[in-house]
């Protein structure tokens, strides 16, 4: 038993260190990062005027990006606290990947709206001067509550793996080391500590269920109290909750497979793992479909005059190939395959899942840019750049930019901190 013990403290520690493919790694995405920021600096030298937003298109791919990595924390909330809370055994090796997806996104989704203003330096405005009517207000408040709490859901669990950290890699730099010291808070590993831990997790996870479902609710909400057609729609609340499921476990099964590889944690991140996210995925990815089938049966039914021109290039118009490719690819085709034993294999769902995640994001850009191109009023006498909308380099670079924030933050958490929780791997052995 012993022996075993010792097994998982030095397989599930192995990667916590900084190697040189790690320094390499993160050197690169420094640099990417730096380069994105310049273009950053362009734009507040410059103005929004970089952008191709104009008076119609006034919210571009940032808030497209936004909705997206909020859509994608929530899978900290699906994984993390439904699954947790239903005492599901299986989620455990990778209940910590999802947790550290969900902090990522949502610290970053928070300064994504940042880009998206032209005056960021009157940030602080919203806090001192917001009005509680707004729904960006909600909207603010919420993203910064629901990253505390995972946060907190993230850190909780992590204290006795940062015990054990400090006890065992002494081949760390020393702030490495008072950084474990700092945050074991004197961890001496009793029965009562552990209880402690339980009681306090359970509370936060219950917590962070209805913060998790607010903070897309209210993003969604943005988009719902207009009088837009294609926006102004009562289901949006829960078809933004159930995309972002989606979103969120394909992220998780692209992450899995890649510490699966690189940290050679086969035997704690099994096919077996892969399997259920799988039957997962097929499961919210069913519910998903069903919102996108109310989102264009219902108004097409109807056919107001103001929905017909956003529906018809959405359909077979300008949007059409974008449309269908998501819905094809992104959706319909990997649920089927999933369905088959065979396909929820590691490379199928890493595969599968890159396709879900890519449709995942164009499908936010084709809810925030399209309907902002069929305003109530016809587009008159203004210039061409106006009735159009194409990203420009500074856009890209920057929203680029956000998901190297992103690797960053991912990145760094688990070369400082174990992936899989080495303290419930050996509970679960003893318990053998």
């Not at 990778?94 to 005056?119: H, K, N, Q, S």
């Not at 990145?411 to 901190?417: A, G, N, R």
Request: glycine share 6%; proline share 5%.
């Amino acid at each position: 038993m012993d022996k075993q013990l010792d097994k998982i403290e030095n397989d599930l520690l192995s990667h916590v260190n900084w190697s040189g493919k790690s320094k390499l790694w993160l050197g690169f995405l420094f640099l990417l990062l730096f380069v994105c920021l310049y273009f950053y600096y362009t734009q507040l030298r410059d103005g929004l005027g970089v952008t191709a937003m104009r008076d119609y298109v006034s919210w571009g791919i940032y808030i497209s990006n936004f909705v997206f990595f909020v859509a994608t924390s929530l899978v900290g909330m699906l994984i993390g606290s439904v699954l947790g809370l239903l005492n599901k055994e299986w989620m455990r090796p990778i209940g910590r990947i999802a947790e550290i997806i969900a902090v990522a996104f949502a610290m970053v989704a928070g300064l994504i709206i940042i880009t998206d203003m032209g005056r960021p330096d009157r940030l602080l405005n919203v806090f001192i001067h917001g009005r509680i009517q707004s729904p960006i207000v909600w909207d603010i408040v919420v993203v910064n509550t629901y990253v505390f709490v995972s946060l907190l859901i993230l850190y909780i669990p992590l204290i006795p793996d940062i015990h054990i950290c400090r006890n065992k890699l002494t081949g760390l730099p020393k702030i490495q080391q008072k950084i474990y010291k700092l945050l074991s808070l004197g961890w001496a590993d009793t029965p009562a500590q552990y209880s402690l831990i339980k009681q306090v997790l359970r509370v936060c996870l219950i917590l962070i269920i209805p913060l998790a479902l607010a903070i897309h609710t209210v993003t969604s909400w943005l988009f719902a109290m207009t009088l837009r057609p294609g926006w102004d729609s009562e289901i949006f609340g829960p078809y933004f909750v159930a995309g972002a499921f989606v979103a969120g476990s394909a992220a998780v099964v692209i992450a899995m497979f890649i510490f699966r590889k690189q940290y050679k944690l086969q035997d704690y991140i099994t096919d077996f793992h892969f399997d259920k996210m799988g039957k997962l995925l097929v499961l919210v990815g069913l519910v998903y479909v069903y919102f996108n089938i109310n989102e264009i049966i219902v108004p097409a039914y109807k056919l107001k005059e103001a929905a017909a021109g956003h529906l018809t290039s959405m359909l077979y118009g300008h949007e059409s190939i974008m449309f269908w490719m998501i819905q094809i690819f992104g959706l319909l085709l990997p649920i089927i395959l999933m369905m088959f034993k065979p396909f929820r294999k590691p490379l199928p769902m890493f595969t599968m899942s890159l396709f879900v995640l890519a449709a995942a994001w164009l499908k936010r850009y084709l809810i925030v840019i399209p309907i902002q191109l069929h305003p109530h009023f016809d587009m008159q006498n203004v210039p061409e750049s106006f009735m159009t909308y194409s990203p420009t380099t500074p856009e890209i670079m920057i929203t680029v930019g956000s998901f190297v924030l992103v690797l960053i933050i991912i990145t760094i958490l688990s070369k400082v901190f174990p992936i899989v929780p080495i303290w419930e791997m050996k509970k679960e052995l003893e318990n053998k």
